[in-house]
């Protein structure tokens, strides 16, 4: 794959928006419309406290980074890490202002519990590429944080997802150029979407919007 011009980079994030569901990444990132529920203003504020803390601190042979920004040209593609911890490591690589030798390991933090696609792999997985072109280095696994079971979920990047993620991006990138929105079929994942009302206002005539936070909070996207 050829690189890109950094103009023409697409957002981290928008990975897992969409491996969730195509149409919600083009209504977000193709036609900039947006609208915040339940669920997207208490992911935002777990993010925020995942970034609010010191940006850079030492834990013996652990070097822990908040709020990265990290891009690859290769893929077309930039964002920010919640967390990259650098594991001391006599295979790794050095790091500007540290002495020794370093491995990063990517955390990215999730406000509810492990879910049954890959959407989140996918994310952190992308966060992996970009940090190996970045630092010249391989970075063969990192962590999902679920802040409803406080707990970490270990992922290896395996060759299958990491070409998941390139012809995921790759599919993203040639629909960005054609600014085109893909149609969808509804399923039970819309119900917790936070773009329903414009995804598919049919769906929504004649609710009030205490109605609608009710349903979104009973689906788990």
């Not at 370093?102 to 994310?123: C, M, N, S, V």
């Not at 979920?153 to 070409?163: I, Q």
Request: hydrophobic share 35%; proline share 5%.
């Amino acid at each position: 794959m050829s690189g890109y011009h950094e103009e023409d980079f697409l957002q981290l994030s928008g990975l897992q928006h969409f491996a969730f569901c195509r149409r919600q990444w083009a209504l977000i990132h193709i036609e900039q419309q947006w609208r915040e529920n339940l669920r997207t203003v208490e992911g935002d504020l777990f993010h925020r406290r995942a970034h609010d803390e010191q940006a850079r601190e030492r834990r013996g042979d652990t070097l822990i980074l908040r709020g990265l920004s990290v891009a690859s040209p290769t893929l077309g593609l930039s964002g920010q890490c919640d967390v990259v911890e650098f594991h001391a490591d006599p295979g790794g690589v050095p790091l500007r202002g540290e002495e020794g030798l370093w491995i990063p390991f990517p955390i990215e933090y999730k406000r509810g519990a492990p879910k049954t696609h890959r959407a989140d792999e996918l994310q952190l997985c992308a966060q992996a590429l970009c940090l190996e072109e970045m630092l010249c280095c391989t970075v063969p696994e990192g962590a999902l944080f679920y802040g409803e079971t406080r707990r970490r979920v270990p992922v290896s990047f395996s060759a299958e997802l990491r070409e998941m993620v390139r012809a995921m991006l790759e599919e993203m990138h040639r629909l960005y150029r054609r600014g085109y929105t893909p149609k969808v079929r509804r399923s039970k994942s819309c119900n917790a979407c936070s773009l329903k009302e414009l995804c598919l206002p049919a769906l929504m005539k004649g609710d009030d919007v205490e109605a609608y936070l009710l349903r979104a909070m009973e689906v788990e996207p």
